[in-house]
């Protein structure tokens, strides 16, 4: 807003201070050094500015360019402790949002009907699990689960506060084809976002995730779908900023293909820049935001390397392409069986090189697949498999740390989860 008022100081209201300074000054009472402009306050050392300054006879005229680093409104302080906490070393994300549809294939792999009373059975045995929810910080909801209960009435949103996590949301609408591409896609949701992100903070929900995905191929990704799906988490991230849901920016590569680790660097570095030049451009708070990166690994039809070899080609990607100013990385297991992904993440953890923002994770089917052969649908095995789901908990804990030892390794936890062109 600009106050214009006749023979008034013309007066600048930006986000972080207040800018004011004379529109018509006579050239008398001014003294112009080449050392100093006074008026410019020192907390503007943050912004961008041009000064320019135009003398004539009468008058000394100031023009001010400002261009705004980060959006910062009334939710700035809570984003910035949210994404903070959601990093906290030690803890991680339970990714509970699959869809009504996927994970209807989850439980028609135990052999159970995909009915609300079964998915929020499943919820509610995770999200009850005796000692899990201090490894966790955040919890990602489907819309249906952000709003069920406990079969004792309790919402699920004040059984995780309780446990000290904070209930996220996922709200993209899934991925389409993009046209002009040969297959590739871009994830639509972006109409009514701002609404839903409102209710879903009345609700309880402080944190959100939106998904992009592209593939490598002999053409793939093409600056197309990059620039498409790094605009569209762009303008998904202020969108849930301006409404108090801290972002998860998670543009995942997917695994699928014969190509090597060396190829998927590239790709990731490509790819990671561009999210985080089109987070710029919107003005998005990078500190009130977390990163959801696939780990650089070979394709799946390629020869495998070790975790150490993915800890460094992972973290140098990072390095060449993270903002400081992220609080956490929290990756997405990709299809890797749950002892990979929590022996790759102890990998990264365990390396001696800079690293200046957390590194921890945002597991589904790697915190998921055993817990859910063990339960099978069935009350006589809710203590076996919440077990199951503790120890798989507490092995990312420490992996999170570099401190893991293999002692989550539980029967089913080396098998593949790899599905091609996986959909939420």
């Known amino acids: 807003m600009i106050n214009k008022s006749q023979n008034q100081p013309l007066t600048f209201l930006y986000p972080h201070t207040t800018l004011t300074f004379l529109h018509r000054l006579p050239l008398s009472s001014f003294i112009y050094s080449p050392n100093s402009l006074p008026f410019f306050p020192s907390q503007f050392s943050h912004t961008k500015h041009s000064p320019s300054l135009l003398v004539s006879s009468c008058f000394i005229f100031f023009h001010l360019e400002i261009i705004m680093t980060a959006f910062v409104g009334k939710y700035a302080d809570e984003l910035i402790k949210n994404a903070a906490y959601i990093g906290t070393p030690g803890k991680g994300i339970l990714a509970a949002d699959e869809s009504t549809g996927t994970i209807g294939k989850r439980l028609s792999s135990i052999n159970v009907e995909n009915n609300e009373a079964n998915r929020r059975a ?21 819309e249906e689960t952000l709003y069920q209960n406990t079969t004792s009435g309790k919402p699920f949103v004040e059984v995780l506060k309780e446990g000290g996590v904070l209930p996220g949301i996922k709200v993209d609408k899934g991925a389409v084809e993009l046209a002009g591409t040969i297959g590739e896609t871009t994830t639509q949701g972006l109409d009514g976002l701002a609404k839903r992100c409102q209710d879903y903070y009345a ?24 620039n498409e799906n790094a605009n569209g988490l762009a303008r998904y991230a202020i969108i849930c900023q301006e409404n108090g849901l801290v972002p998860i920016v998670e543009p995942e590569i997917l695994v699928d293909g014969p190509h090597d680790i060396e190829k998927c660097a590239e790709v990731s570095e490509r790819v990671l820049a561009a999210c985080y030049k089109a987070l710029n451009d919107h003005h998005v708070l990078l500190e009130g935001t977390l990163l959801k990166p696939n780990m650089v690994t070979p394709g799946s039809e390629s020869k495998k390397v070790a ?41 990264m953890n365990k390396l001696q090189t800079k690293k200046p923002w957390s590194l921890s994770f945002s597991y589904g089917r790697a915190l998921q697949q055993s817990t859910l052969k063990a339960w099978s649908g069935k009350v006589e095995n809710v203590e076996k498999a919440q077990a199951t789901f503790l120890a798989r908990a507490k092995g990312n804990s420490e992996a999170t ?8 390794a539980v029967e089913g936890a080396t098998e593949s989860l790899h599905v091609k062109d996986y959909k939420y």
Not at 401 to 408: D, P
């Open 122 to 142: 499943l919820r509610e045995l995770l999200f009850t699990t005796p000692g899990a929810l201090q490894y966790l910080s955040g919890v990602i909801l489907f």
């Open 203 to 226: 609700a309880g929900a402080r944190f959100a995730k939106w998904r992009a995905v592209l593939k490598i191929g002999p053409n793939e990704p093409s600056q197309l779908a990059i």
């Open 307 to 347: 975790p150490e070899v993915i800890a460094e080609y992972t973290v140098r990607t990072l390095l060449r392409t993270v903002p400081a100013a992220v609080p956490a990385i929290v990756f997405l297991s990709g299809g890797q069986s749950e002892e990979q992904a929590t022996v790759n993440l102890n990998a």
């Open 401 to 408: 740390l570099g401190k893991y030892e293999g002692g989550a």
